[in-house]
């Protein structure tokens, strides 16, 4: 035999256990996608700060339009991963032209009023909800309950 021969025959002989293994983490034995990911999710937990993070990005895309990439998956898991709204402290409540009102949040959104009413007195400094409405609408929603239609625009 050649020494070619006898380095080929050496490299499969070394080769051939390790590609005969079984996967290493019994997550990779499981067939469907969504039940394998969900095997490697519940294996290794994200930590606090990828959570915290990624609970500032969605409250931060929240209203404004347009396809937002999602993080993870969009079903409304325990985690609260998805987004119908948030809470948030007014800093300035300003009256533009129609008694439409604009509300500028802590967090830096500007959301402003569609529809002139009366009702729904908001304060600088009071805790407010922001949720989606229908058809792509969305609510402020007053600490005495009363539901504002506003839109984002910052």
């Known amino acids: 035999m050649t020494m070619r021969c006898v380095a080929l025959l050496l490299m499969w002989l070394l080769i051939s256990p390790l590609a005969a293994q079984e996967p290493a983490h019994p997550c990779a034995r499981l067939a469907g996608p969504a039940a394998r990911l969900a095997c490697y999710d519940a294996a290794f937990p994200l930590s606090a700060e990828v959570v915290e993070t990624e609970a ?5 895309a929240f209203g404004l339009n347009g396809p937002q990439a999602p993080l993870r998956s969009t079903d409304d898991g325990a985690d609260g991963s998805a987004s ?3 809470e948030g402290r007014v800093v300035k409540v300003d009256y533009g032209p129609g008694g439409l ?3 500028r949040f802590e967090n830096g959104q500007v959301w402003i009023q569609t529809e002139a009413r009366g ?8 805790i407010v909800q922001l949720r989606k409405g229908i058809l792509g609408s969305y609510q402020l929603v007053t600490p005495a309950g009363v539901v504002l239609r506003v839109r984002r625009s910052r």
């Open 84 to 86: 119908d709204g948030f």
């Open 56 to 60: 500032r990005q969605v409250q931060a």
């Open 119 to 126: 009702s729904g007195h908001v304060q600088d400094g009071q």
């Open 101 to 103: 009102r604009s509300f």
